[in-house]
T-cell receptor, first 112, second 112 residues
Framework: LAKTTQPISMDSYEGQEVNITCSHN???????ITWYQQFPSQGPRFIIQ???TKVTNEVASLFIPADRKSSTLSLPRVSLSDTAVYYC?????????????FGKGTKLSVKP | DTEVTQTPKHLVMGMTNKKSLKCEQH?????MYWYKQKAKKPPELMFV???????INESVPSRFSPECPNSSLLNLHLHALQPEDSALYLC???????????FGPGTRLLVL
């Protein structure tokens, strides 16, 4: 399973765009990249998933370069409620594989 | 129904007690998971059920006993726990093993 590396923490202000980068140098061909958000004492919440290039949904964008050795989660115009821990996971979807290993995550603090 | 529910929300138990945690989903998912999360740490996978059969046991002590009575329900039976087992216990489900997981809110367990 590919190991991920993320910054331990990041600070931002309301209204700013936040980009959190995750490194996964040994990502395998079949691996997808998934990001989760977790508030204290709650279960992780699925944010976005991608395989290559760019994926966008109503809450975030995910940028994946051609070599797929890293990915960047982009949160547009963050608010105080986006203060949370963000986890990047890499795993193989399908077949008999697919166990997700959570890395240490990035604690995002949004200030007024 | 697009959520995973867990009961109870909080549980306090002594080291000689027997208790059970319950997880339920009605999304038709055929894979269900138990995770353990200590404070300020990422979730750690404990068990994976696929089509109601235990497919992964991540070397969890026998004082934790999972059970999957049907495709919608997952239990975790607890017996003779230790204080260091105090943690947030998270349940998740996915369409099939390896696909995107959706988490419940967790059960906060305190072992005295």
């Amino acid at each position: 399973l590919a190991k991920t590396t993320q910054p331990i923490s990041m600070d931002s202000y309301e209204g700013q765009e936040v980009n959190i980068t995750c490194s996964h140098n040994n990502i395998a061909t079949n691996d997808y990249i998934t990001w989760y958000q977790q508030f204290p004492s709650q279960g992780p919440r699925f944010i976005i998933q991608g395989y290559k290039t760019k994926v966008t949904n109503e809450v975030a964008s995910l940028f994946i370069p051609a070599d797929r050795k890293s990915s960047t989660l982009s949160l547009p115009r963050v608010s105080l409620s986006d203060t949370a821990v963000y986890y990047c996971l890499v795993g193989y979807y399908g077949g008999s594989q697919g166990n997700l290993i959570f890395g240490k995550g990035t604690k995002l603090s949004v200030k007024p | 129904d697009t959520e995973v529910t867990q009961t109870p929300k909080h549980l306090v138990m002594g080291m000689t007690n027997k208790k059970s945690l319950k997880c339920e989903q009605h999304m038709g998912h055929r894979a269900m998971y138990w995770y353990k999360q200590k404070a300020k740490k990422p979730p750690e996978l404990m068990f994976v059920y696929s089509y109601e059969k235990l497919s992964i046991n991540e070397s969890v002590p026998s004082r934790f006993s999972p059970e999957c009575p049907n495709s919608s329900l997952l239990n975790l039976h607890l017996h003779a726990l230790q204080p260091e087992d105090s943690a947030l216990y998270l349940c998740a489900s996915s369409q099939s093993r390896g696909e995107t997981q959706y988490f419940g809110p967790g059960t906060r367990l305190l072992v005295l």
